[in-house]
């Protein structure tokens, strides 16, 4: 096999392998679940990852629709009552992150902690 062609086939065989990396990692997202119950989210706080896109999935036991919102982290979702939602997050720089219930916006808080 001639140089060139080596060196082409192993450029080949690299680029596939990070495709493959990067494949692996996105499907290894975080995922975070609360729940939403009598104006109040459990837990209240959840921990994810700095600078890796992360996953909410809100299970709203009420019966009444709630509107989960996140004006630091650009998010709105109204989920009807007795469902779930899935909120998927770009990336985030470490800090605190508020989140409401946008209808119970006075006692139904909770917050994002990206280390």
Same mark, same amino acid.
């Given at each position: 096999?001639?140089?060139?062609? #080596?060196?082409? %086939? *192993?450029?080949?065989? !690299?680029? $596939? /392998?990070? !495709?493959?990396?990067?494949?692996? +990692?996105?499907?290894?997202? %975080?995922?975070?679940? =609360?729940?939403?119950?009598?104006? #109040? $989210? *459990?837990?209240?706080?959840? *921990? &994810?990852?700095?600078?890796?896109? $992360?996953?909410?999935?809100?299970?709203? =036991?009420?019966?009444?629709?709630?509107? $989960?919102?996140?004006?630091? =982290?650009?998010?709105? #979702?109204?989920?009807?009552?007795?469902?779930?939602? &899935? &909120?998927?997050?770009?990336? +985030?720089?470490? /800090?605190? @992150?508020?989140?409401?219930?946008? @209808?119970?916006?006075?006692?139904?808080? /909770?917050?994002?902690?990206?280390?």
């Amino acid at each position: 096999m001639s140089p060139a062609r #080596k060196f082409s %086939t *192993t450029m080949a065989a !690299l680029v $596939f /392998g990070a !495709l493959l990396a990067a494949g692996a +990692q996105a499907q290894q997202a %975080t995922e975070v679940q =609360l729940s939403y119950k009598d104006k #109040k $989210f *459990t837990p209240a706080e959840v *921990t &994810v990852p700095a600078n890796t896109a $992360f996953t909410i999935r809100v299970k709203n =036991l009420d019966a009444k629709a709630m509107e $989960f919102e996140s004006k630091p =982290l650009k998010i709105e #979702k109204v989920i009807a009552a007795n469902s779930e939602a &899935v &909120v998927n997050v770009r990336a +985030q720089k470490p /800090g605190k @992150y508020k989140f409401v219930d946008e @209808y119970n916006e006075d006692v139904a808080i /909770g917050s994002v902690i990206v280390k």
